[in-house]
């Protein structure tokens, strides 16, 4: 069976070890040619249909060796037994600054129709275009052009020698032809196996097969040995076992549709032709054994999930796993289908869909020019990185978590005055007649006694009472307010209020700023001597607003605390902020001035005790739940979540989300909370920060069990449940 | 590579009738109609509007670059929805993912916020 080639053209390596390959050798005949497998055993077709040939090939997995040509110097690891190819590690400090790999190209064309494969079939379809006048695109995977997927538009992506091809086109006709159909009986997963049409390529590659047979449809299993097939055991018509020793096994079961492209869209404009829609005998079912080879799914899985109900092919597909693999049912659709058929015996059950990839592609080549989220920046950002900041993308936006010691930047807040980039927080502005009836309807808390020059911290809810986002509502004038919202949440609460402003027929406009202006936090009990220095002479009181002029940069001031200490937001156009921000911390280097990020935030926040929705929160956290009923103002007539919470108000509640404290360092945030009773976990943590001042772990977390506990076990100590907030429960701070 | 550089103008958001017969103060002014009651116009210096509700702001928000033929090329690669076919006309939708707006002309204007800038100029290799 070891066959070393007439000629060698080369060397691969193999798990380590070099191997020579012949002219034209696929790296799986390669691998084959040495007596050995390229996966871990299965029926393998040589033809790009099975999973059975995958490895890692130059460092890229789930590669089908079968496609691959050998080249000096490939190198081939082959996937753990049963298991997953393990994932790179990357570790980089700044993902703004990490570098790019390289490019992969894509190209985009569109056709009046495109078609996929181009045999027999193919060709008829693409003169049938042709003589039509029909701009015709040709994809043939034996001319580099592999096929990965097919979506609505419908749209082609493929990948081919230049980089990917993006494909638009009215029409797609899917002319792939057909597969072998793989085994899927006891020892099917054996090595040493190979279909009639791997067979004939393995004979022209001249490589020797050993002792063979041939075996059809009176195939009963496999037996092995050391995970090679060494016999194949058939069944006569009067039901005699026959045995036949071999070394490889040759298996001619018929032929089915290859139709995972045809299966990956059933949207109008695309079509299969040819042998890829002729539909073939099925195989007989199987009763043992593998039957998904990708996937591992035994016939034991069908019935067990058969057996829980799930008896739509679809269905059964997702309960059993059959078809969830590389090849997306290339080799067990038609074993699965013709066991449903036996199972009810009734016709076999429509193919179920398929999904991309057809052909496995590297993260780099499905991203190759495809639009992500984009992540914002704001003006700052080249100052936080020249202060050594580490960022981070938070709420949409490219955040600095710390600048290299969180624990220092908390101190320049409590003790000293500190600077913060909240260029992120949502701003919107509303002005018009109906502003007041607009905002009353859509705060639990009152609007219209807000004075002009004052503000209310105010939760959004939505018409279930759940909380949506929180922020400031700022009066500007009797008609013109100032909102804002959180970072995350601030395009949803646009949106909110534009849809209920419209519905109502209110005479509102509405501005989003989020992204015009900058806004810098100053905050720490030095705040007021910093902003006395750029002209800041008659700082607003607490929950106060003015316009004014800081260090020459047109600020909205606002008056209020997220940290616990003394807090002005100044929020000002874009083109301002670096000056501000340099004049900020130029003018305040001898009171100890210090940016804080992210980290110290969340634990000065925490210290608090106060929420931050869309972390702390879940979709349905009431202000119950949150203990601020305070925040909803109930004998207000009518606002957007009002008859909800007055209906729930009478139910009893098994979730409130509470603080804790215990001695030690501060458990991983999302811990579970367990009963120190029993064990059970009871909740989890949402907030946890090690307080340099209280010198204890602080969290803020769920308890989701009544009675509710005053002890819990978290990280396998005890905590106690302890009222927020933890420091100046009375607020002097902040309004010092 | 076209510059993607901040621009300044005016924002206006009032109703469709007043921001119809606003009065745009300034040189080269380029008013952008982002929606039925909002307008934006780059280069303007002030703005005479009949709406007492009206709001009217400054806007440093927001960057512009100016795409000759060969620019404008490069740029269509990056657009996957269909762009209308006269010039003049406002398109808004995303360039290589990020939400931008697009006036088609000589030259063309691409327009997007400043927060958005340094990803767009990333994503389209300037």
């Not at chain 1, 027929?505 to 705040?527: K, Q, Y």
């Not at chain 2, 939708?93 to 958005?116: H, S």
């Amino acid at each position: 069976m070891t066959d070393a080639p007439a000629e060698v053209a080369g060397r691969i390596v193999v798990d380590g070890r070099p191997i020579e390959f012949a002219d034209g050798d696929s790296v799986a005949v390669a691998i084959v040619r040495t007596g050995e497998v390229p996966g871990h055993g299965g029926c393998l077709c040589l033809a790009g249909d099975c999973g059975n040939c995958l490895a890692e090939v130059d460092g890229v997995a789930y590669v089908r060796t079968c496609q691959v040509a050998a080249r000096p110097g490939t190198v081939v690891v082959r996937h753990p037994a049963g298991g997953k190819p393990q994932l790179p590690v990357v570790d980089w400090r700044d993902l703004t600054l990490m570098p790019v790999g390289s490019k992969i190209a894509v190209r985009r064309t569109e056709a009046d129709v495109a078609v996929i494969g181009g045999g027999s079939s193919g060709q008829s379809a693409v003169e049938a275009a042709r003589s039509a006048g029909r701009d015709v695109l040709l994809l043939d995977a034996r001319d580099g052009s592999e096929v990965v997927g097919i979506y609505p538009g419908p749209s082609i992506v493929a990948r081919d020698p230049g980089g990917m091809l993006h494909v638009r086109a009215d029409e797609i006709v899917v002319a792939t032809g057909s597969v072998e159909i793989q085994p899927a009986c006891p020892g099917s997963d054996l090595g040493g196996i190979v279909t009639a049409g791997a067979a004939e390529r393995l004979e022209a590659a001249g490589v020797d097969l050993g002792r063979v047979v041939h075996v059809g449809r009176e195939l009963l299993r496999f037996e092995g040995d050391a995970g090679r097939v060494s016999a194949v055991v058939t069944v006569g018509m009067d039901a005699t076992e026959t045995t036949t020793p071999c070394e490889t096994a040759v298996v001619d079961l018929g032929r089915a549709p290859r139709d995972v492209l045809a299966r990956m869209s059933r949207a109008e404009g695309v079509s299969a032709v040819g042998p890829a829609a002729e539909d073939q005998p099925l195989p007989a079912p199987p009763r043992d054994g593998v039957v998904c080879p990708c996937m591992g799914t035994t016939v034991d899985d069908l019935e067990a999930a058969w057996d829980q109900g799930y008896t739509d092919l679809e269905l059964l597909k997702r309960a059993s796993w059959a078809g969830l693999g590389p090849c997306q049912g290339g080799a067990c659709l038609p074993h699965v289908r013709s066991w449903i058929a036996a199972r009810t015996s009734g016709p076999p059950p429509a193919p179920f869909t398929a999904r991309p990839a057809a052909r496995q592609i590297t993260l780099a080549e499905a991203a190759a020019d495809v639009a992500i989220d984009a992540f914002r920046r704001t003006p700052l950002h080249d100052e936080h990185l020249t202060l050594g900041a580490r960022m981070d993308r938070f709420g949409g936006w490219w955040r600095p978590w710390h600048y290299g010691d969180a624990v220092a930047e908390y101190w320049a807040v409590r003790e000293g005055v500190s600077v913060g980039d909240v260029s992120t927080l949502g701003k919107l502005v509303v002005s018009g007649p109906d502003v007041v009836e607009a905002l009353e309807r859509i705060y639990p808390c009152h609007v219209a006694d807000i004075k002009p020059g004052r503000s209310r911290y105010a939760l959004l809810l939505n018409e279930r009472g759940h909380v949506m986002d929180d922020g400031m509502i700022l009066r500007d004038a009797e008609t013109r307010f100032t909102l804002t919202f959180t970072s995350g949440g601030a395009a949803n609460a646009e949106m909110w209020l534009r849809d209920w402003i419209q519905t109502w027929g209110l005479r509102v406009h509405v501005m989003d700023r989020t992204m015009s202006l900058a806004a810098i936090n100053v905050t720490g009990p030095l705040v007021k001597t910093l902003l006395a220095r750029l002209g800041l002479e008659d700082a607003p009181r607490f929950l106060g607003h003015i316009r004014a002029e800081i260090a020459g940069v047109p600020c909205h001031v606002m008056r209020l605390s997220f940290t616990g200490e003394t807090a002005f937001e100044l929020h000002h156009p874009l083109d301002g902020s670096v000056a501000l921000w340099r004049a900020l911390m130029d003018a305040g280097r001898d009171l100890g001035v210090r940016p804080h990020g992210l980290q110290a935030l969340f634990g000065l926040r925490l210290e608090k005790g106060h929420v931050i929705v869309g972390m702390d929160t879940e979709l349905d956290t009431t202000p119950r739940r949150l203990g601020m009923d305070w925040a909803v103002r109930m004998e207000k007539p009518a606002f957007i979540g009002r008859a909800s919470l007055e209906r729930t108000a009478k139910l009893d509640d098994s979730r409130r989300w509470v603080g804790f404290s215990m001695d030690g360092e501060a458990p991983t945030e999302g811990s579970p909370i367990r009963s120190v009773e029993n064990g059970e976990i009871i909740g989890n943590v949402t907030g946890s920060w090690t307080s340099p001042l209280l010198r204890k772990a602080l969290m803020l977390g769920w308890q989701r069990r009544t009675p509710f506990a005053d002890r819990v076990e978290i990280d396998g100590r005890e905590a106690v449940v302890t009222p927020t907030p933890f420091y100046d429960p009375e607020g002097h701070r902040a309004r010092a | 590579m076209p510059a993607l550089e901040p621009v300044e103008g005016w924002r206006v958001v009032a109703t469709p009738s007043a921001l119809d017969g606003a009065r745009w103060n300034g040189d080269d002014v380029d008013v952008l109609r982002i929606a039925p009651d909002e307008a934006l116009a780059l280069g303007a210096t002030g703005v005479e509007i009949d709406d007492p509700d009206a709001i009217v702001e400054p806007e440093a928000g927001f960057s512009v670059a100016m795409l000759d033929v060969d620019d404008w090329h490069g740029v269509v690669d990056h657009i996957d929805w269909p762009l209308p076919e006269e010039p003049t006309v406002l398109a808004q939708g995303k360039v290589a993912g990020v939400p931008a707006r697009i006036v088609l002309g000589e030259p063309t204007l691409l327009v997007v916020q400043a927060a958005y800038a340094n990803e767009l100029r990333s994503r389209l290799g300037w």
